[in-house]
């Protein structure tokens, strides 16, 4: 079978799945997994240039996501006047204060030597964090008082949604470059760890400065790129559109708003895959391959390793941002308390892993399958524990405890593929050519 | 007096939490540090293993307590730790068979192995879940303090109290006496010994007739039984929840590479470094302050560095600021 034939058919496998959903349950679950698969491609497209482009072990894609997600809030909430007026300017000056301190660290410690140098550095971060912490504190306090219950933070600058995309790409790749400065260079064992550490980090500030994105209290009702489902039902010309196509009008908007949204991450998908092929297939995707393949040699042909890996991990990381982002407005909220790496860093591992790492198609190949599985395994794994619990006693023990754990199935089957797909097909459903 | 008050609450507050906890931290650490320097990969699923391991002491002991089974003031989970310890390194000797085995005789990379282990991870999570379910589970039983606040206060007539409570007491205890057995095993026995010529340079370990699979054996073994300990005394003294084990790693790595990957030696220091660190930035230093200083000088807030929330952000800054000026770790490690 030729190459563009067989990944023909298991895209168009993966499109049944999905048709499937759509006729078996229904088409609103169907567009879902439409959308989060889409979201899933792009992260997995932003992996694998790390991973199958340069060799790179990020395990830390969860942070990048969640700053995605923030930047939504920064750029699309309209911002609280009220916390502004209380405290905002003190905040900004208190954060300033606090970089500040930082690169006056790090231009002193570039320029001293010896014993002076650690006593400076140290009596610089040690005065400017007391600093820091006397500006913010209180700014921070009269910031969350501001009607805790509704705000409670500063909001964000008010843009139009579609703006926090490339916004959440910038924080990501911001992220990713302070990491990358700090962890490249290191044997790969170290990257992995420090990018666990930054996911953390960066969560841990999510859930707990309320002044940035209201904390576990989460920002609800984010604006949308797309109409609401309301206002649809409540436009006769909506109506009459929906009612020729034998739709009734509650259906048809949510589906309408769905396939927005898919179109939309289409594009965005679409734009990511084109620049992606076109970056393996020119001077610097081989490049970036022979440094991954052996870097020794790359060394000797005079590339710069280091500087080569960074660039490549910021951009990976940024598109994992762009994801992020996109995921939370499709969401309409951010949830700080959602963010799990089980779910947001190893799961994107096992579509890039399964897709095949090194083929950007097939990461986006792997997105969408992996996603479907991670949706579809728990009513499959209710499906069959009934069926095998059926000849248990009603009331045993075993039977319940069975029952009531169906839903832990999917880390269980997760791990399995990825251990299958690693020991017989270690190049992946797509393999790199 | 209000020195010794001071003492004491920094004593309480500060320097017995830091020390059941670096115990744990290092006794994970020894586990990641093990399989470091013999397997040569940084094992993700270590954490998920701790919490294997703990699974098993508490299913044992609760099957103990409904047999009437107690160890008296002692937890119960002591008398299951030797069970739960043989069923995970079964199921880590297990593991290696059926998954890691294979790798190693492709002389796969390293980076492979990391992403064989999150599979295993994923799995052993999975498994975890499925049996003991998500949710808090709590099993210490016996005598709850060695030394309550109160009886302390009675005794010593000092305004603060200061309490140890038993899990922290065998935490320590338990800790000492596995950190002995293993330096005992790794310098004085055969085996022990061939394992450390086998870290240090696996080819000529092989030239002198060192079976390897048998030293892989036996570190899987170690490593279970390092791991059940760790993960059944942290659940003692905190709480057993499934996700916190995936917590602990970023705590356990850091401490492992501070110390210097694949030196024990060094595994034990860095874990009671990154305790301490953690402890005494989050704790509030208020009442210590209020005691010391004079009353013109005490602080008005907490004096508190970060709050708790942060506590990962110190495991993650110490990590930082060995990677960029000591890679190698406080003890020459293996490699950079």
């Known amino acids: 079978?030729?190459?563009?034939?067989?990944?023909?058919?298991?895209?168009?496998?993966?499109?049944?799945?999905?048709?499937?959903?759509?006729?078996?349950?229904?088409?609103?679950?169907?567009?879902?997994?439409?959308?989060?698969?889409?979201?899933?491609?792009?992260?997995?497209?932003?992996?694998?240039?790390?991973?199958?482009?340069?060799?790179?072990?990020?395990?830390?894609?969860?942070?990048?996501?969640?700053?995605?997600?923030?930047?939504?809030?920064?750029?699309?909430?309209?911002p609280v006047e009220e916390a502004w007026a209380a405290g905002g300017l003190r905040l900004l000056t208190a954060l300033v204060m606090g970089a500040a301190t930082i690169t006056?660290?790090?231009?002193?410690?570039?320029?001293?030597?010896?014993?002076?140098?650690?006593?400076?550095?140290?009596?610089?971060?040690?005065?400017?964090?007391?600093?820091?912490?006397?500006?913010?504190?209180?700014?921070?306090?009269?910031?969350?008082?501001?009607?805790?219950?509704?705000?409670?933070y500063l909001g964000g600058l008010g843009l139009p949604v579609l703006i926090a995309w490339p916004v959440g790409g910038l924080l990501a790749a911001g992220a990713a470059w302070l990491i990358g400065k700090t962890a490249l260079g290191l044997?790969?064992?170290?990257?992995?760890?420090?990018?666990?550490?930054?996911?953390?980090?960066?969560?841990?500030?999510?859930?707990?400065?309320?002044?940035?994105?209201?904390?576990?209290?989460?920002v609800v009702g984010l604006p949308r790129p797309l109409p609401y489902e309301i206002d649809l039902q409540q436009d006769p010309g909506f109506v009459d559109r929906a009612t020729s196509l034998g739709l009734d009008p509650v259906t048809a908007s949510t589906l309408y708003v769905k396939l927005g949204y898919s179109v939309l991450f289409a594009v965005v998908l679409i734009v990511l895959l084109w620049l992606a092929q076109r970056a393996r297939n020119s001077p610097w995707g081989r490049m970036m391959r022979a440094i991954r393949d052996n870097e020794v040699a790359a060394e000797a042909m005079g590339k710069d390793v280091t500087a080569r890996h960074l660039q490549i991990f910021v951009l990976g990381s940024a598109i994992c941002g762009i994801g992020g982002a996109m995921m939370t407005t499709l969401d309409g909220q951010l949830t700080p308390g959602?963010?799990?790496?089980?779910?947001?860093?190893?799961l994107i591992w096992v579509m890039v892993i399964v897709g095949g790492s090194g083929n950007n198609l097939g990461a986006v190949l792997g997105g969408f399958l992996i996603w479907f599985l991670w949706v579809q395994v728990e009513p499959m794994g209710a499906w069959a524990m009934s069926w095998i619990v059926a000849p248990l006693a009603e009331d045993s023990a075993l039977r319940l405890h069975l029952l009531d754990s169906v839903a832990h199935m999917r880390l269980l089957t997760m791990g399995v593929i990825l251990l299958v797909v690693l020991r017989f097909s270690p190049r992946g459903l797509i393999p790199e050519r | 007096m209000d020195f010794l008050n001071a003492i004491v609450a920094l004593a309480n507050f500060v320097i017995v939490p830091a020390t059941a906890y670096g115990a744990q931290l290092a006794l994970?650490?020894?586990?990641?540090?093990?399989?470091?320097?013999?397997?040569?990969?940084?094992?993700?699923a270590?954490?998920?293993?701790?919490?294997?391991?703990?699974?098993?002491?508490?299913?044992?002991?609760?099957?103990?307590?409904?047999?009437?089974?107690?160890?008296?003031?002692?937890?119960?989970?002591?008398?299951?730790?030797?069970?739960?310890?043989?069923?995970?390194?079964?199921?880590?000797?297990?593991?290696?068979?059926?998954?890691?085995?294979?790798?190693?005789?492709?002389?796969?990379?390293?980076?492979?192995?990391v992403i064989v282990s999150l599979g295993v991870m994923f799995i052993m999570n999975g498994l975890v879940r499925f049996i003991i379910g998500p949710n808090d589970q709590r099993f210490a039983d016996g005598e709850r303090f060695?030394?309550?606040?109160?009886?302390?206060?009675?005794?010593?007539?000092?305004?603060?109290?200061?309490?140890?409570?038993?899990?922290?007491?065998?935490?320590?205890?338990?800790?000492?006496?596995?950190?002995?057995?293993?330096?005992w095993f790794l310098n004085r026995t055969r085996t022990g010994k061939s394992m450390r010529a086998y870290s240090d340079n696996e080819d000529l370990a092989l030239l002198s007739g060192i079976n390897p699979e048998r030293v892989v054996m036996v570190t899987w073994l170690i490593v279970a039984a390092l791991a059940t300990v760790a993960g059944t005394l942290y659940g003692l003294d905190k709480t057993f929840k499934p996700f916190v084990f995936l917590?602990?790693?970023?705590?356990?790595?850091?401490?492992?590479?501070?110390?210097?990957?694949?030196?024990?030696?060094?595994?034990?220091?860095?874990?009671?470094?990154?305790?301490?660190?953690e402890v005494t930035i989050t704790y509030a230093w208020k009442k210590v302050a209020n005691y010391v200083l004079p009353d013109a000088l005490a602080p008005d807030g907490l004096a508190q560095l970060l709050t708790t929330d942060y506590k990962f952000a110190v495991s993650f800054a110490i990590l930082v600021v060995v990677l960029l000026f000591r890679p190698t770790g406080l003890f020459a490690g293996k490699s950079v």
């Open chain 1, 1 to 78: 079978m030729s190459e563009p034939l067989r990944n023909t058919l298991l895209f168009a496998g993966v499109g049944a799945l999905i048709l499937l959903t759509g006729f078996m349950q229904s088409w609103n679950s169907a567009l879902l997994i439409l959308n989060m698969g889409l979201v899933s491609a792009i992260m997995a497209l932003g992996v694998n240039l790390q991973w199958g482009f340069a060799g790179l072990f990020n395990v830390g894609i969860m942070g990048f996501v969640a700053l995605g997600g923030l930047a939504t809030v920064l750029v699309a909430m309209p």
């Open chain 1, 104 to 152: 006056a660290a790090v231009l002193a410690y570039g320029r001293l030597t010896g014993r002076t140098r650690t006593f400076v550095v140290l009596g610089i971060l040690l005065v400017g964090f007391v600093i820091y912490r006397i500006l913010l504190d209180p700014a921070k306090a009269s910031v969350e008082a501001v009607n805790p219950a509704l705000t409670g």
């Open chain 1, 187 to 218: 044997r790969s064992d170290y990257l992995a760890i420090a990018t666990l550490g930054i996911s953390e980090i960066v969560i841990a500030v999510l859930k707990n400065e309320d002044w940035l994105a209201r904390g576990v209290k989460n």
């Open chain 1, 338 to 346: 959602t963010y799990q790496p089980l779910r947001f860093t190893f």
């Open chain 2, 28 to 44: 994970g650490a020894l586990g990641v540090t093990l399989i470091y320097g013999i397997l040569r990969f940084s094992n993700f």
């Open chain 2, 46 to 113: 270590h954490g998920d293993t701790m919490a294997f391991g703990a699974m098993f002491a508490i299913l044992f002991t609760w099957w103990f307590q409904s047999m009437g089974i107690s160890a008296g003031p002692l937890p119960t989970a002591l008398l299951a730790l030797p069970f739960a310890i043989v069923i995970t390194g079964a199921f880590l000797l297990a593991t290696d068979r059926v998954v890691y085995r294979f790798y190693r005789q492709q002389k796969a990379k390293p980076v492979i192995f």
């Open chain 2, 146 to 183: 060695i030394i309550s606040a109160r009886d302390f206060k009675a005794m010593t007539g000092l305004r603060e109290g200061l309490a140890i409570k038993t899990t922290q007491g065998i935490t320590v205890i338990t800790a000492v006496i596995v950190v002995a057995i293993l330096f």
């Open chain 2, 247 to 277: 917590q602990l790693l970023l705590p356990i790595f850091a401490a492992a590479i501070v110390g210097g990957l694949g030196n024990p030696v060094g595994a034990i220091a860095g874990g009671f470094v990154v305790a301490f660190s």
